[in-house]
């Protein structure tokens, strides 16, 4: 399976400013994914980081409020914009291989507390 | 209805015992279904996949899948108090789709 890294681990922020999260895969992977896990919920895709072109949004999550980048195969980043607590969340950064398997693997995850 | 449907728990088993965990989804044309374990704090980490009807055997973990019953299910035996743990279902359409989590189980082994 891919080692995959998330930076920062954990954050405390202020309202109304934003954080930008950092995935990293030590192999290059098709599918790259953002879920959120709010405290005691279980996991919630927020969208699929395409590399080379926008990233594709599940209902009720927007591009403006949490932006994606992904500009190759081994690397995304995830901007939590204008946040509130109700932001306070894990993040979580999964990725997907090519290959005989579609097991998705999950990074260590950012533990978000937003004031 | 949930699109993938677990009991919160807790469910509570002693050691050595065999742990029980279910799973119910809705999509009919889902394909692969998936365990993770989650320790409190940290990430969900793989314990088994599943594609086909029937059951599938790795060390302590049996998963069994009956897609005319849309269930799934996962056995832990011999259970030990480091399974204790939130045990999360997931399921997708094909490869390359998301994956769809139930509410999870937390289990609880007791020395």
């Known amino acids: 399976s891919a080692v995959i890294s998330q930076k920062p681990s954990r954050d405390i922020c202020q309202r109304g400013t934003s954080l930008t999260i950092q995935c990293q895969v030590d192999?290059?992977?098709?599918?790259m994914f953002w879920y959120r896990q709010q405290p005691g919920q279980s996991l919630t895709l927020i969208a699929t980081a395409n590399q080379g072109s926008e990233a594709t949004y599940e209902s009720g999550f927007v591009i403006d409020k949490f932006p994606i980048s992904r500009p190759n195969l081994t690397f995304s980043t995830l901007t939590v914009s204008n946040m509130s607590p109700e932001d306070s969340s894990i993040y979580l950064c999964s990725v997907e291989a090519a290959g005989l398997t579609d097991t998705q693997y999950f990074g260590p995850g950012t533990r978000l507390t937003v004031l | 209805q949930k699109e993938v449907e677990q009991n919160s728990g807790p469910l509570s088993v002693p050691e050595g015992a065999i742990a029980s965990l279910n799973c119910t989804y809705s999509d009919r044309v889902s394909q692969s279904f998936f365990w993770y374990r989650q320790y409190s704090g940290k990430s969900p980490e793989l314990i088994m996949s599943i594609y086909s009807n029937g059951d599938k055997e790795d060390g302590r973990f049996t998963a069994q899948l009956n897609k005319a019953s849309q269930y799934v299910s996962l056995l832990i035996r011999d259970s030990q108090p480091s399974d204790s743990a939130t045990y999360l279902c997931a399921v997708k359409r094909n490869q390359g789709g998301k994956l769809i989590f139930g509410q999870g189980t937390e289990l609880s082994v007791k020395p």
């Open positions: 192999s290059q992977v098709t599918m």
